[in-house]
């Protein structure tokens, strides 16, 4: 596993490099970095924009394999196709998925549907 981060950009949470994938608004992105607080992913063409919510309706660890994870997202930055995101609340499965995934327990995602 590699971390990304340095208290120059005053991050809480400290960006994970092995990406995975996320599911929201009909697409699938494979993440640039991600970490317990949020996610980057490029590529973005949609209409999100910084201050927008939207709910993230699946993870997993490739776009081919994602479950139903449901996940309140705000928009913090948008640019050149580049969308980066912050976590508004996990909930309990949220925060076991998202651990899963920093782990790469895919043992845990057996129970959860796939979509």
Same mark, same amino acid.
């Given at each position: 596993?590699?971390? +990304? ?6 991050? &809480?949470?400290? $960006?994970?490099?092995?990406? +995975? ?15 317990? @607080?949020?996610? $980057?992913? @490029? ?10 919510? !939207? &709910?993230?309706?699946?993870?997993? !660890?490739? +776009? ?9 997202? &705000?928009?913090? $930055? ?25 782990? $790469? ?11």
């Amino acid at each position: 596993m590699t971390v +990304v981060g340095s208290a120059s950009h005053q991050r &809480k949470d400290n $960006r994970i490099e092995v990406p +995975v994938a996320v599911s929201f608004g009909g697409n699938r992105y494979q993440t640039l970095d991600w970490s317990l @607080g949020g996610f $980057r992913v @490029g590529g973005y063409q949609g209409d999100l924009l910084p201050g927008h919510e !939207f &709910k993230l309706d699946g993870i997993g !660890f490739t +776009v081919e394999e994602i479950y139903s994870v449901i996940i309140d997202c &705000k928009v913090v $930055r948008s640019f050149e196709g580049q969308l980066a995101v912050s976590f508004v609340e996990l909930t309990p499965k949220a925060y076991d998925a998202l651990e899963a995934l920093m782990m $790469r327990r895919k043992k845990y995602f057996e129970k959860l549907i796939k979509l």
